[in-house]
């Protein structure tokens, strides 16, 4: 019953260096989401898959790069961690190809800091 | 563009009082709306949804949300809050045109008082 699975669950870089961020679900679903939780920001949409093979920016998606691995599988790369990255970065996952209506579930987060 | 307003920061409610976050939102075709809750350390979990249909949604741990489209507003209740209520509320918007994204307002820290 694990839904939404993400490693690590905290990191600490120092900037310039790279990380990958990895997601894992395990309910069949299409779509998968890499968001980024600033305080007082809400949630900003990274990067959407909205099928395996698929990848599109969302709302902030500059220094970031992603990879759809397979269905169940969806990563974030830092490619050169700048400060300004320091967040809490959430995977999601729905069911069904994009549909609006659908609740996204979400992972428990990774917290980033880049120093 | 769409875009969603959660106007309190912060709500304070005693124990066993009801309880309303507000949100409000701008869409440019048919709004649908979602309410999720983040309890500390966790990612979000989805509480209730509008799509089309009865104004009044009801949805998960006793929760309820009012559509009014003439005020553009979909507001969370309970009419009974519990201490573990508690929690950070974030109210979300798609277009129902087809667009992707999935809009949050900022959040709400709701604090339910014994």
């Known amino acids: 019953n694990a839904g939404v699975t993400q490693t690590p669950k905290f990191q600490v870089l120092k900037t310039g260096q790279s990380m990958t961020l990895q997601c894992a679900q395990d309910m069949n679903h299409n779509s998968m989401y890499w968001y980024r939780q600033d305080p007082g920001m809400g949630l900003r949409l990274i990067y959407y898959?909205?099928?395996?093979?698929?990848?599109d920016k969302g709302e902030v998606p500059n220094g970031y790069n992603v990879s759809r691995l397979n269905k169940r599988e969806f990563s974030l790369r830092l490619e050169s961690a700048a400060p300004s990255q320091t967040s809490v970065y959430f995977c999601?996952?729905?069911?069904?190809?994009?549909?609006?209506?659908?609740?996204?579930?979400f992972g428990d987060g990774t917290r980033l800091s880049i120093l | 563009a769409q875009s969603v307003a959660q106007p309190e920061d912060q709500v304070n409610v005693a124990e066993g009082n009801p309880l309303t976050v507000k949100c409000t939102y701008s869409v440019s075709g048919n709004p649908y709306l979602f309410w999720y809750v983040q309890y500390p350390n966790r990612g979000l979990q989805f509480l209730l949804k509008?799509?089309?249909?009865?104004?009044l949604v009801k949805g998960s741990y006793g929760f309820e949300a009012e559509f009014n489209k003439s005020q553009t507003s979909f507001h969370l209740k309970k009419p009974s809050a519990l201490v573990s209520d508690s929690a950070l509320y974030f109210c979300a918007v798609r277009d129902g045109a087809g667009a992707n994204n999935l809009f949050f307002g900022t959040g709400t820290r709701l604090t339910v008082i014994p």
């Open positions: 509008y799509i089309t249909g009865d104004n």
């Open positions: 999601a996952s729905s069911g069904g190809r994009v549909r609006v209506y659908q609740p996204q579930h």
């Open positions: 898959s909205a099928s395996e093979g698929t990848t």
